[in-house]
């Protein structure tokens, strides 16, 4: 038993104060800032594997990027990611970063539905599905429960069955093959509940977008009440994202 | 039997690959593997030649460090003898001709969709109505498993036929995360769209997939890497090893119920993907590895930062494994629980860990080797001979201590790093090239042929789990279903690396 104290201590302190203020170590492709700078547009159009970055005025769709860091290494002038990992937010049009601003991503308020902070405020339990996720949104969620970000600590929880649980994370694309066992799982899932996209293979499909082997009509039909960017996500953009959508 | 020798990462005419008559082609090849354990099928897979398919065998000679590659040209209408009646090693590579081209096999054993890919031959083949092994006795009962598991992993469906407690047989039915990657890889055309999908067919494997593609990429547009691209990767390579068996050794004690152990396991693993973090901005390594040049060149204060990360995690690493590996509650449920012989995995094909665990020396690092490997690394290969789940975690163990000694000797001499410009590159045309890697997994294997005027006209990929599955299908068998969590676990194999 002793012996068991001593691995403990040897561990110190590993759990992250306060994952509000926390900062990502070393680089880290956050935010993007995009300059005035006149650059040639049409190259950097171009480059984006996912057509993430549009032109005139320049904007970049976090919920398409995935964060490759390939358009800020050739024009370095233009664009620039910033370690600012809140990068969550409910209205799909304010994942896109336009030329010129440089303003955090935050939450529409008025567009959280009331019963969100009112129910799920002191509890939140969450069910996760992958459909056609790589695994790598997958290892991080798990990761936002692990010692150092200490996600339940809120009362957020992922949970094993979707009757125990008040919404849904979807990482992947949507595959066709996982189209039917998601619309199950979150039928499963009592009223009132949320949906959460993980990563930008589940927001936008990611560079699988114009595969014929998805399904994406689930997202067509609900509503979805959080958009977390990332490829994977970060857990701190997660926890970030769902704490500021329970308004904690 | 006639056929044309290459080493790993060789490209070649595609003209020089015989074609040979079937029946020629399946006694060649078969004859090459007969008794012979050192060799074993890569990659065997067919692509459309007008209204025919050309079907390509590679088998690598990990003694000879050659891979054989021979071709016949068949008629997908007609009915042919199946190599899998008589070397299991073709079950699955033979189960995807069928499913992809109809090809019809008269006495394939076990011929049924593996992956549901949107553009099947057959559509009348659903996931709903896979044909899944039954019992009718009344004694047994079915249990099924998934495609939504209980924690946070990717899905598959699993279906098991037990005696009370116990497992007689298990059939995995994969193909939920199939996204069509190998079609993508023909129809996306810039190199920076083909390596994004090479970092997304597993995340968990982002390294070991990269580094097969931009490997073979390199290869097929005759350009040679420098010392420090080599280096870069061998480096991220073994240091995904590291991140990976250490969330594997967490994950076994999750399984086993032992708290301190996944959890300092499980914090141990961050500081590895947080340095993975601080060299290329992403913890899985995503933006890193980049054929022809590198976006976050290795400087030497990195190296510095690295050495004083390892010679922190070490004694940590070293106090919990000495607990973990003496407590006799965790070795109870580790020794002798999922037992896989090595004449069964001989039999199956397994690569990797998954093959080293019974005594089977499979390890590409040693067989074919790549980047530094065989020459700034001399790789001894880590053999366990129970193919239970403790000689899957000891190897584990060994593996991260081995991956740290690797990594210390790459540290002593950090190559100047100058390439960051985008190079020219330009695939050959009407040629044929193949890639292997030792991901932390197992082999890794990618392959390409290109037509007269260099475009991609196939491109197939291997993860080391297309092997692997039908080990733990064996493994579980006649254990407890309660077990089945940390057989799975010891394993972890890849859903998405499958399903592609």
């Not at chain 1, 993980?198 to 067509?220: K, M, Q, V």
């Not at chain 2, 097929?220 to 010392?227: A, M, N």
Request: charged share 20%; proline share 5%.
């Amino acid at each position: 038993m002793s012996n068991n104290f001593k691995i403990m201590w040897h561990q110190g302190k590993q759990y992250i104060p306060d994952v509000t203020t926390a900062k990502v170590p070393g680089i880290f492709r956050g935010r993007p800032i995009i300059s005035t700078v006149k650059v040639n547009e049409d190259t950097l159009v171009d480059i984006c594997p996912t057509h993430a970055i549009s032109a005139n005025p320049v904007c970049i769709d976090l919920g398409k990027c995935t964060f490759c860091g390939e358009c800020a290494i050739l024009f370095p002038e233009k664009i620039f990611f910033a370690k600012d990992c809140k990068l969550a937010t409910n209205q799909r049009s304010r994942l896109i970063v336009r030329e010129g601003e440089d303003k955090p991503v935050t939450l529409d308020p008025d567009m959280v539905r009331g019963e969100i902070k009112r129910i799920f405020g002191g509890s939140l339990k969450l069910r996760q599905v992958s459909a056609g996720g790589d695994n790598s949104c997958e290892m991080e969620l798990n990761a936002t429960n692990n010692v150092n970000f200490d996600m339940s600590r809120f009362g957020i929880d992922f949970v094993a069955s979707p009757r125990h649980a008040d919404g849904l994370v979807i990482t992947g694309p949507i595959t066709a093959n996982m189209a039917e066992p998601l619309e199950r799982c979150y039928n499963a899932v009592p009223n009132p509940k949320i949906i959460i996209l993980a990563g930008t293979d589940a927001i936008s499909g990611g560079i699988f977008a114009d595969s014929p082997a998805l399904n994406r009509e689930f997202l067509y039909r609900h509503t979805i009440d959080l958009y977390v960017p990332g490829n994977p996500v970060h857990p701190l953009t997660f926890i970030n994202g769902v704490l500021s959508l329970l308004r904690k | 039997m006639e056929n044309v020798t290459i080493h790993n990462n060789t490209t070649i005419a595609l003209s020089e690959i015989p074609e040979l008559a079937y029946d020629e082609f399946m006694e060649g090849n078969l004859g090459l593997l007969s008794e012979k354990p050192e060799r074993h099928c890569v990659l065997y897979f067919g692509y459309r030649k007008e209204e025919l398919l050309r079907l390509i065998c590679c088998l690598a000679d990990d003694e000879t460090h050659l891979i054989h590659i021979s071709s016949s040209i068949v008629n997908p209408s007609t009915v042919l003898p199946s190599f899998t009646a008589q070397n299991a090693n073709f079950e699955k590579f033979e189960r995807e001709l069928h499913e992809n081209f109809g090809l019809k096999y008269a006495d394939h054993p076990w011929l049924k969709p593996l992956r549901y890919p949107y553009n099947r031959f057959d559509l009348s083949q659903t996931m709903e109505n896979y044909p899944f092994c039954r019992s009718e006795s009344e004694e047994l009962h079915e249990v099924g498993v998934g495609p939504i598991h209980a924690g946070i992993i990717e899905p598959g469906h699993f279906r098991f036929i037990c005696n009370g407690e116990q497992i007689m047989h298990l059939e995995i039915q994969l193909g939920y995360q199939h996204r069509s990657i190998e079609q993508l890889f023909i129809e996306k055309k810039k190199l920076l769209e083909r390596t994004t999908l090479a970092e997304n067919i597993a995340g968990d494997t982002t390294i070991g997939h990269t580094t097969a593609f931009v490997n073979l990429w390199e290869s097929l547009c005759d350009f040679t890497p420098e010392r420090s691209l080599s280096f870069a990767r061998t480096l991220a390579q073994e240091l995904e090893r590291i991140a990976i068996h250490t969330g594997d050794l967490s994950g076994i004690c999750t399984d086993i119920g032992y708290q301190l152990g996944n959890s300092v396991y499980g914090r141990l693993r961050t500081p590895i993907i947080n340095f993975m973090q601080e060299w290329g901005g992403n913890r899985f390594g995503k933006g890193l590895i980049r054929a022809g040049k590198i976006n976050y060149p290795f400087t030497p204060k990195l190296a510095e930062r690295l050495q004083t990360i390892l010679k922190a995690y070490e004694p940590d690493f070293d106090e919990i494994t000495d607990k973990f590996f003496h407590l006799p509650s965790t070795l109870s449920r580790m020794e002798k629980t999922g037992v896989v012989s090595y004449g069964k995995v001989l039999e199956i094909g397994t690569v990797g860990m998954a093959a080293r665990m019974s005594g089977l020396n499979r390890d590409i690092r040693t067989s074919h080797p790549y980047n530094l490997y065989g020459s700034t690394i001399v790789h001894e290969p880590i053999l366990k001979h129970h193919g239970d789940v403790y000689s899957r975690v000891q190897i584990r163990k060994q593996e991260i201590k081995q991956s740290i000694g690797y990594i210390r000797t790459l540290l002593e001499n950090v190559p100047e790093f100058s390439n960051t410009e985008n190079p020219i590159l330009t695939p050959g045309s009407d040629k044929f090239v193949l890639s292997l890697a030792e991901g932390w997994r197992g082999e890794i294997c990618h392959a390409a042929i290109t037509d007269a005027s260099g475009n991609l006209i196939a491109y197939k990929i291997k993860d080391p789990s297309h092997h692997n599955w039908k080990a733990l299908a064996e493994a579980v068998q006649n254990n407890e279903i309660s077990d089945f969590p940390i057989c799975n676990k010891s394993f972890n194999l890849s859903y998405s690396g499958h399903d592609l």
